[in-house]
């Protein structure tokens, strides 16, 4: 048999088909069928930031203000007790994906803000997550805020991170930086074991009938594998970590079409939502 194997994050993987963060492994009988059809690993929904301090404002007790820089006065700090069901349920889950599973679990992170929510990547780490991606789902709509501010966000985040944990870190990025190689080299110096290119914001529609805002998201189609392939492409050689390929991979075609972006190996599956990852490449030139 053809040997698929894959370096990703620093794990092994059989192969580079991995179905991305996703309510496909918010059950075990799914999660098991994914194994069963030869993903590589897999990458769990998001644990949420907005979750984690809803619950933490709405039951008022288990969080606790924490000021470590003047910036963070307003950041909560989870404390244990038994109400934290939201944040309970994800590890219980991830343990259990770990004990059913024999592929590699990467469990998912998605806020915007270096706050107290970002101290549950230790608890990931402890319940047996392989590795973490980090989705900064951030939509920069201040007029106050700049390019670079935005950029510090994305850093702070991971740096915090960084700091808690020692499995692996992708962050799964959006396309919408001035300078995609730039930030990527930012990332990776501060502590990024893999990128992700590139998330999918939803598509808030306008309904002319009722002329109220409808919130949608739209299935992707290859069409948007187009330009993850070109800035996995561009990426390859410039980056010393692994890259990703999610949004628009449904075919083999899309799928040969982001290996020959640069991977070393080939492999196919069509999923609803899948994530190619790329092999480990080493940077060939430093630009
Ligand atoms: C129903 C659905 C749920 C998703 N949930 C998450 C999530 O919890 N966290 C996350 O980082 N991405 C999430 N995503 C984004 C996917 O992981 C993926 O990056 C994106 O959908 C692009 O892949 P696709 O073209 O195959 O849809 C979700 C996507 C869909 C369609």
């Given at each position: 048999m053809v040997d698929l194997s894959t370096n990703y994050l620093g794990l092994k993987l059989r192969n580079p088909l991995v179905p991305s963060?996703?309510?496909?492994?918010?059950h075990l009988d799914s999660a098991r069928r994914l194994e069963d059809a030869g993903a590589g690993a897999l990458v769990m929904h998001s644990l949420f930031e907005e979750r984690v301090e809803e619950e933490g404002t709405g039951q008022g007790h288990y969080f606790q203000p924490r000021s470590t820089t003047p910036d963070q006065t307003t950041a909560k700090q989870p404390v244990a007790t038994s109400a934290m069901r939201y944040e309970e349920q994800y590890l219980e889950h991830l343990a259990a994906l770990k004990s059913s599973l024999e592929i590699p679990v990467i469990a998912s992170l998605n806020g915007?803000?270096?706050?107290?929510?970002?101290?549950?990547a230790s608890a990931l780490q402890e319940a047996g997550a392989d590795a973490l991606e980090l989705n900064?789902?951030?939509?920069?709509?201040?007029?106050?805020?700049t390019g670079t501010e935005v950029e510090d966000r994305y850093v702070e985040i991971l740096e915090s991170l960084r700091e808690q944990i020692s499995i692996p870190i992708a962050m799964k990025l959006s396309?919408?930086?001035?300078s995609v190689v730039y930030m990527a080299q930012r990332l990776q110096r501060a502590g990024a074991d893999g990128l992700v290119l590139f998330n999918r914001f939803y598509q808030p529609d306008i309904?002319?009938?009722?002329l109220e805002v409808v919130p949608r998201l739209e299935l992707s189609n290859s069409g948007e594998s187009l330009l993850r392939i070109r800035w996995i492409a561009i990426l390859h050689g410039r980056v010393d970590c692994s890259l990703a390929i999610t949004g628009g991979v449904h075919n083999v075609k899309d799928v040969l079409k982001s290996l020959l972006a640069g991977a070393s190996v080939s492999a196919f599956a069509v999923l609803l939502v899948i994530g190619l990852l790329l092999t480990d490449r080493r940077p060939e030139e430093t630009p």
């Open positions: 963060s996703s309510p496909l492994s918010r915007t803000t270096p706050g107290g929510w970002v101290d549950y900064v789902y951030y939509l920069p709509a201040l007029s106050r805020e396309s919408q930086f001035s309904d002319l009938e009722t």
